[in-house]
């Protein structure tokens, strides 16, 4: 009797031991399954970051054309004033916006976006305007700043499909389970991508 | 043609009229006179489009990939051989001195007809320039679209701004192409990209990465891959006396008499069972080998690999080039004539 009872104290204690080292097992495999994905969030998070910065550098890059370009076309079309007045006013409510990726909104990001679409209407039409004289067209200053208004567009959508990119890599991170648990306790929310440009599904109109 | 077209579907429609009158015979032959007709129209069609290219990204050919002193891609003859020569070595230079990796291409067409885009994609597709330096080069000129680009990696934009690829193509290349001389064009960009290339101390040339030039690296090679099959000869060897080894008299006298293979499909396994007597003592021992069906033999396999790649590479006078894996974040400039 005596020693079945012991026996029994000793075999419960080692179910106690096993249960209580898989129990810590459990924890340390969650613990660092956790930190893991938390990591990669992080880094992901912050290549996204990373992007919009270089978006952001893109457009300021545009900004800092448009008063040169804006003087070098007054220069030949001064009478083209509204023209070239709704480019000054689209480019100074554009830099009045700048955003903060790391807490942006989606509303912040579409009114971003909205501003800078502005702005590319706006030159659009100042150089569909300059078509219609040939001196300017034939100054090879103006040909070089246009250049570099069209080496800065491309680059502008270059940097927002990377952006893209990494935004999607995240979200999907985010949304992906088990990681989304972890992402909503630690507060990781969905990315905002780029929507496409107002406009660009519009195939260009050819004319003969 | 669209006359024609028209005329012929009018007499499909008449034919189908008369054809419930006619015999049913009569139909089907005309039908297929009609047929024959039509693809012969086809093909009329779709001749111009074989005889030039359109080229796309993927079925542009890279000669540098066969031959790293190929920069130039000039797949339907419109440069001549003098100015690819030229510019190879031009080009080639720029590489050794400054580690300006270009591709140079000169099409009759490309899909989609946009310079910058197909320079982009192409760009993107090869990962033109070396990582540390992101020093690519895109030059593209479709002399059937009428347009070029020239492509700028991202540590070139400070070399090459914008501005400056404009004024190339505005002084060099453009006086060029409306003469429709596409060698001058070409040799004019060179040089004045080249000139400010030059100019530029900051980039540094290939040599400066990796040390070896190209004997250093064939002479290296040669060695590993003596040594490489020395150890495998060695490998060889050794397994055939281990295999010969008689446990009885303790000579190198074993000869296999017989072999079985039996498959494991599941594990992937084929397992040999080879029996070998000793001519001395004749004793008999046997031998269990297993080999991995997925990864196919082993030795021989890696052996015949490795010397047919050396002997492949060893034909050619010069290698192939690589890219670097450059980033281009879209600078340069594009125009059209």
């Given at each position: 009797m005596k020693t079945s009872f012991a026996k029994q104290t000793v075999s419960s204690l080692q179910g106690r031991v096993k249960g209580g080292s898989s129990l810590l097992l459990a924890f340390f495999l969650l613990f660092s399954l956790t930190s893991c994905t938390y990591n990669k969030l992080v880094e992901q998070e912050e290549v996204v970051t990373q992007k919009w910065a270089d978006v952001q550098t893109q457009y300021q890059r545009r900004a800092d054309l448009i008063p040169n370009l804006v003087n070098t076309v007054k220069g030949y079309a001064a009478h083209e004033s509204e023209t070239l007045q709704a480019v000054v006013e689209a480019r100074t409510k554009a830099t009045q916006i700048t955003i903060d990726p790391s807490n942006a909104t989606p509303e912040q990001i579409a009114a971003y976006q909205a501003a800078q679409g502005e702005v590319s209407q706006a030159l659009g039409r100042l150089l569909a305007i300059t078509e219609n004289y040939p001196d300017l067209k034939a100054n090879e200053q103006f040909s070089e700043l246009q250049a570099q208004l069209e080496g800065t567009e491309n680059r502008i959508a270059e940097s927002r499909r990377i952006y893209n990119e990494a935004v999607q890599t995240y979200n999907v991170s985010v949304r992906k389970f088990p990681n989304n648990i972890w992402a909503m306790i630690f507060g990781f929310d969905k990315k905002t991508p780029f929507a496409a440009e107002a406009g660009a599904e519009k195939a260009p109109e050819v004319q003969f | 043609m669209s006359n024609l077209l028209t005329h012929l579907i009018q007499q499909l429609q008449q034919d189908r009229h008369t054809s419930l009158q006619r015999a049913v015979r009569h139909t089907s032959l005309r039908r297929a006179v009609l047929f024959t007709l039509l693809l012969g129209v086809a093909h009329i069609c779709a001749l111009p489009t074989l005889l030039a290219a359109t080229y796309t990204v993927d079925n542009l050919p890279i000669p540098y990939l066969q031959d790293?002193?190929?920069?130039?891609?000039n797949p339907d003859n419109i440069l001549s051989q003098t100015a690819v020569d030229s510019l190879n070595l031009w080009l080639g230079q720029m590489e050794d001195e400054h580690g300006v990796q270009t591709v140079l291409a000169v099409v009759e067409r490309i899909q989609g007809g946009e310079t910058y885009d197909f320079c982009m994609a192409l760009a993107r597709k090869y990962g033109i320039g070396s990582k540390q330096q992101n020093s690519g080069l895109v030059i593209l000129l479709s002399t059937g679209d009428r347009a070029y680009t020239i492509l700028t990696g991202r540590g070139l934009e400070g070399t090459l701004p914008d501005a400056i690829c404009k004024r190339i193509e505005n002084r060099q290349m453009l006086p060029a192409l409306r003469e429709g001389d596409w060698d001058e064009a070409m040799l004019n960009t060179v040089r004045a990209v080249k000139a400010y290339i030059d100019g530029d101390d900051s980039l540094v040339g290939s040599s400066d990465f990796d040390d070896d030039d190209d004997i250093g690296a064939l002479i290296g090679f040669c060695v590993a891959m003596f040594l490489g099959l020395a150890l495998i000869g060695l490998a060889i060897w050794y397994d055939n006396r281990k295999k010969a080894y008689c446990p009885s008299c303790h000579q190198h006298t074993m000869k296999k008499i017989s072999s079985r293979v039996t498959k494991n499909k599941r594990l992937g396994l084929r397992t040999h069972h080879d029996t070998y007597r000793c001519t001395h003592c004749f004793f008999i021992k046997e031998l269990h080998w297993d080999e991995d069906i997925r990864s196919g033999s082993g030795g021989a396999a890696a052996g015949g690999a490795l010397g047919g790649s050396f002997f492949g590479s060893g034909g050619g006078h010069s290698f192939g080039g690589s890219f670097g894996g450059g980033s281009f974040g879209g600078g340069g400039a594009s125009g059209r004539f």
């Amino acid at each position: 009797m005596k020693t079945s009872f012991a026996k029994q104290t000793v075999s419960s204690l080692q179910g106690r031991v096993k249960g209580g080292s898989s129990l810590l097992l459990a924890f340390f495999l969650l613990f660092s399954l956790t930190s893991c994905t938390y990591n990669k969030l992080v880094e992901q998070e912050e290549v996204v970051t990373q992007k919009w910065a270089d978006v952001q550098t893109q457009y300021q890059r545009r900004a800092d054309l448009i008063p040169n370009l804006v003087n070098t076309v007054k220069g030949y079309a001064a009478h083209e004033s509204e023209t070239l007045q709704a480019v000054v006013e689209a480019r100074t409510k554009a830099t009045q916006i700048t955003i903060d990726p790391s807490n942006a909104t989606p509303e912040q990001i579409a009114a971003y976006q909205a501003a800078q679409g502005e702005v590319s209407q706006a030159l659009g039409r100042l150089l569909a305007i300059t078509e219609n004289y040939p001196d300017l067209k034939a100054n090879e200053q103006f040909s070089e700043l246009q250049a570099q208004l069209e080496g800065t567009e491309n680059r502008i959508a270059e940097s927002r499909r990377i952006y893209n990119e990494a935004v999607q890599t995240y979200n999907v991170s985010v949304r992906k389970f088990p990681n989304n648990i972890w992402a909503m306790i630690f507060g990781f929310d969905k990315k905002t991508p780029f929507a496409a440009e107002a406009g660009a599904e519009k195939a260009p109109e050819v004319q003969f | 043609m669209s006359n024609l077209l028209t005329h012929l579907i009018q007499q499909l429609q008449q034919d189908r009229h008369t054809s419930l009158q006619r015999a049913v015979r009569h139909t089907s032959l005309r039908r297929a006179v009609l047929f024959t007709l039509l693809l012969g129209v086809a093909h009329i069609c779709a001749l111009p489009t074989l005889l030039a290219a359109t080229y796309t990204v993927d079925n542009l050919p890279i000669p540098y990939l066969q031959d790293k002193t190929q920069y130039v891609s000039n797949p339907d003859n419109i440069l001549s051989q003098t100015a690819v020569d030229s510019l190879n070595l031009w080009l080639g230079q720029m590489e050794d001195e400054h580690g300006v990796q270009t591709v140079l291409a000169v099409v009759e067409r490309i899909q989609g007809g946009e310079t910058y885009d197909f320079c982009m994609a192409l760009a993107r597709k090869y990962g033109i320039g070396s990582k540390q330096q992101n020093s690519g080069l895109v030059i593209l000129l479709s002399t059937g679209d009428r347009a070029y680009t020239i492509l700028t990696g991202r540590g070139l934009e400070g070399t090459l701004p914008d501005a400056i690829c404009k004024r190339i193509e505005n002084r060099q290349m453009l006086p060029a192409l409306r003469e429709g001389d596409w060698d001058e064009a070409m040799l004019n960009t060179v040089r004045a990209v080249k000139a400010y290339i030059d100019g530029d101390d900051s980039l540094v040339g290939s040599s400066d990465f990796d040390d070896d030039d190209d004997i250093g690296a064939l002479i290296g090679f040669c060695v590993a891959m003596f040594l490489g099959l020395a150890l495998i000869g060695l490998a060889i060897w050794y397994d055939n006396r281990k295999k010969a080894y008689c446990p009885s008299c303790h000579q190198h006298t074993m000869k296999k008499i017989s072999s079985r293979v039996t498959k494991n499909k599941r594990l992937g396994l084929r397992t040999h069972h080879d029996t070998y007597r000793c001519t001395h003592c004749f004793f008999i021992k046997e031998l269990h080998w297993d080999e991995d069906i997925r990864s196919g033999s082993g030795g021989a396999a890696a052996g015949g690999a490795l010397g047919g790649s050396f002997f492949g590479s060893g034909g050619g006078h010069s290698f192939g080039g690589s890219f670097g894996g450059g980033s281009f974040g879209g600078g340069g400039a594009s125009g059209r004539f």
